[in-house]
């Protein structure tokens, strides 16, 4: 059989090259196809095959000369008939289509923990890398060093501890990193015999060995589908300082900015011009009123009373909140400056002064001394500007000066049609002090950045001095004056309307954004598929939570499902998987079952009562079940990523409320004793905080930090 037409089928334009190299007349083509003809006569079923594999044009290129009979005249007349090689080419893309699918079900890609990369890291896996694992799946961000993914899709869901799995992620061994992964031990059937020689636990890749256990292994298994699920955890740790343990959802919904789109918004805020009729668009977000422990209404509340929830106050005796604004609002918010004065008493800081200001015109509205119902320990006038002397003759309650201040809001709504703004600095302090909860506020602390970025906020006295040219709060021990201090919001805010966005920033400070906002800019969730564009995002995001997840970490999601239970939790991301390309979602169940979710609050009695070990049985029970229904519904070659976020928060939490109370105690004792200069000495001997203290409290912060991470394909 001749092998030299399939070695090169287009024989047509092999005679063309010829022709033209050594001049050869019309003659030698006719003879080049005459001996293609010949060939095709003597291996007609051979030559079939090669053209098969040709282009349209190459088969129906027609000659000139003496007529001849057409080789491909059989073949033309099936195609005309049957559209017999166009159906061949969509025949052969099917098959490839499935030994594709056969090949990845039968070797289906996995995950793949890369320890040389986590060896060389200098602290645990941290919750920025599990949002930027799941940008990079979503096909957005660079590849993750420390991990080999092959597929994209996940959800997520938090909650377990290191003793529910019968393994240690706190290495004691000093020779061995523990950054690692920890392999899970299989789980046991409880019908079967104890086993007390080696264990078999799963490898990294896809295999098995055995281990001896240090003691006979625990029958009792906790999570079983987790433990079959997963093969390792890997060892997290949450964002936080050496005294406090940081948001988690912040850590993973909220990311920095990479460089290039910073250079891109540094353009558009340059060509951009900022309503100046309009200072909604500085308006904090409920994740950040959240964020800075502003008191939250009820409509912008987290039902769930997690740690995130913001703080326990809002619902205690004495406190009051405005309307939710209407969807349909018109016209322009009016925007009142508050500033509040405080003084000491035995409940804490309490309120002496108020005073409001018409941001548009500049007229005091409102300017009150309260009288605090509890005795003054200290008039702290140092600060607040006020004497004893100044609230000898002053009756003005509480209740009667907020009362004042809530009938200028609604005047304010009833004349505009818009729900008014609140403006100050650090405006949470005051909004306690006033025991006001407000859905729109404008903080110049937030407004403007420290030069060191967050989470520091500049001071208003160093903030009038760099961006208004003046001083003030220069009076000494005459203390701070509240519409002084209101003008000053005033100024900086007509300053950033004047300015743009970018007026009172820094290149040092670190610029945020969602992780929706990111995905919007992403290839996949871009209309065009250019980076960038994010208009008509085709990528589907969900978010299901307990609470109202759409106004804060689930705010700019494609979808949010409000739930009140993990049962809900569970059927909301049963709804979501067909129509979304990633789901995040919590289960609080176990969290709340061991007293986990404890407000953010420095009263006396911050210890818990011990859980319930039943309740904690139950709640493992339950949980297991919903991941596992959650995990049997995913398509396949589904990215599953679990993550618990931190470790128990209670030990923490104590001692960071007995830490408030000592402090409090001990400016109490400066201020009652003579001169001031009282030392710890005559603290009570019940609220003493010393150097043991501070470094259990370092301790507590550092294990409350620790988490795990849980990552397969399905």
């Known amino acids: ?111 793949f923990y890369v320890n040389s990369e986590i060896v060389k890291r200098r602290e645990a896996v941290n919750i920025g890398d599990i949002r930027d694992l799941v940008l990079h799946l979503l096909g957005e961000a660079a590849p ?82 987790v433990a079959r699920t997963f093969s ?24 920095p900015v990479s460089a290039d789109e910073r250079k891109r918004r540094t353009v558009a805020s340059r060509r951009r ?58 016209g322009v918010a009016d925007v009142f400056a508050v500033d509040c004065e405080m003084c000491l008493t035995e409940d804490g800081k309490e309120l002496t002064r108020l005073c409001v200001i018409n941001y548009a015109s500049g007229e005091v509205l409102l300017d009150q001394l309260v009288k605090p119902i509890k005795p003054i320990l200290d008039y702290l006038t140092r600060w607040s500007g006020i004497t004893e002397e100044g609230l000898r003759n002053v009756t003005t309650s509480l209740a009667s000066a907020r009362g004042a201040l809530l009938d200028l809001l609604t005047a304010s709504q009833t004349k505009t049609g818009r729900a008014p703004i609140l403006l100050g600095h650090s405006l949470e302090s005051d909004l306690r002090a006033l025991k006001l909860a407000h859905g729109r506020c404008i903080d110049t602390a937030l407004l403007y950045h420290h030069p060191r970025g967050r989470p520091l906020k500049p001071g208003l006295a160093w903030l009038t001095k760099k961006w208004c040219g003046r001083e003030i709060q ?8 509240a519409e002084e201090d209101a003008r000053a919001c005033v100024e900086l805010l007509r300053r950033k309307m004047q300015g743009g966005p970018g007026f009172g920033e820094f290149k040092t400070t670190t610029e945020c954004e969602s992780v929706f906002e990111r995905l919007r800019r992403s290839i996949r969730g871009s209309a065009s598929g250019e980076p960038g564009s994010g208009e008509g995002a085709a990528l589907r995001t969900a978010v299901v939570d307990r609470g109202n997840p759409a ?80 995990h049997a519904s995913l398509p396949a070659r589904t990215a599953f990523v679990v993550f618990t976020g931190h470790a128990d928060p209670r030990t923490m939490v104590e001692l960071q409320a007995r830490k408030a109370a000592f402090e409090g105690a001990l400016r109490t004792t400066q201020a009652a004793g003579a001169g001031g200069g009282v030392g710890a000495g005559t603290v009570p001997e019940g609220v003493r905080w010393t150097m043991a203290d501070v470094r259990a409290l370092e301790e507590a912060v550092e294990r409350a930090r620790r988490g795990m991470l849980f990552l397969c394909l399905k």
């Not at 890997?234 to 919904?253: E, I, Q």
């Not at 995130?308 to 604004?325: L, V």
């Not at 220069?474 to 004056?481: A, W």
């Not at 990633?582 to 953010?600: D, H």
């Open 1 to 111: 059989m001749k092998r030299g037409p399939l070695a090169d089928p287009p024989s047509t334009s092999s005679s063309v090259h010829k022709s033209k190299k050594h001049k050869t007349t019309q003659s030698s083509s006719t003879a080049t196809l005459s001996g293609t003809e010949e060939y095709m006569n003597g291996n007609g079923d051979e030559w079939k095959s090669v053209e098969k594999r040709k282009t349209k044009h190459a088969v129906s290129a027609p000659q000139q000369g003496t007529p001849m009979s057409n080789p491909f005249s059989s073949l033309l007349q099936d195609g005309k008939q049957s559209g017999g090689e166009w159906e061949k080419v969509e025949r052969r893309k099917a098959k490839k289509a499935r030994k594709i699918d056969e090949k990845l079900d039968n070797t289906p890609p996995r995950f």
């Open 144 to 225: 993750q060093p420390w991990l080999k993914v092959e597929v994209f899709v996940t959800l997520f869901v938090p909650g377990i501890l290191p003793e529910h799995l019968k393994i240690n992620i706190q290495s004691t061994s000093a020779t061995l990193n523990p950054n690692l992964p920890v392999s899970i031990p299989l789980p046991r059937d409880a019908s079967a015999p104890l086993q007390t020689g080696p264990v078999v636990v799963k490898t990294l890749f896809g295999g098995s060995k055995e281990i001896v256990p240090d003691a006979p292994p625990d029958t009792s298994a906790k999570l079983p589908f």
């Open 232 to 255: 390792h955890a890997c060892p997290t740790r949450a964002p936080g300082d050496s005294y406090r343990m940081h948001s988690v959802l912040g850590a993973f919904f909220q990311g």
């Open 273 to 330: 011009r900022v309503d100046t009729k309009d200072p909604s668009v500085f308006v904090l977000t409920p994740a950040q009123m959240v964020e800075n422990e502003y008191p939250l209404p009820s409509y912008l509340r987290d039902a769930s009373g997690g740690r995130e929830a913001g703080s326990s106050n809002e619902d205690g005796e004495g406190w009051a909140e405005t309307g939710k604004p209407e969807d349909d609002e018109t």
């Open 474 to 481: 220069n009076r000494g021990d005459g203390g701070h004056d």
């Open 551 to 630: 106004t804060w970490h689930g705010a700019g999601a494609s979808r949010t499902v409000a739930c009140a239970t993990d049962e809900e939790v569970a059927k909301g991301v049963l709804q979501c998987i067909d129509d979304s390309d990633f789901i995040w979602a919590r289960f609080s169940g176990l969290a709340e079952a061991q007293n986990w979710l404890q407000q953010k609050s420095a009263t006396e009695d911050a210890k818990a009562a011990p859980p319930d070990a039943n309740a904690i049985d139950s709640a493992l029970k339950t949980l297991n079940a919903h991941v596992s229904i959650v």
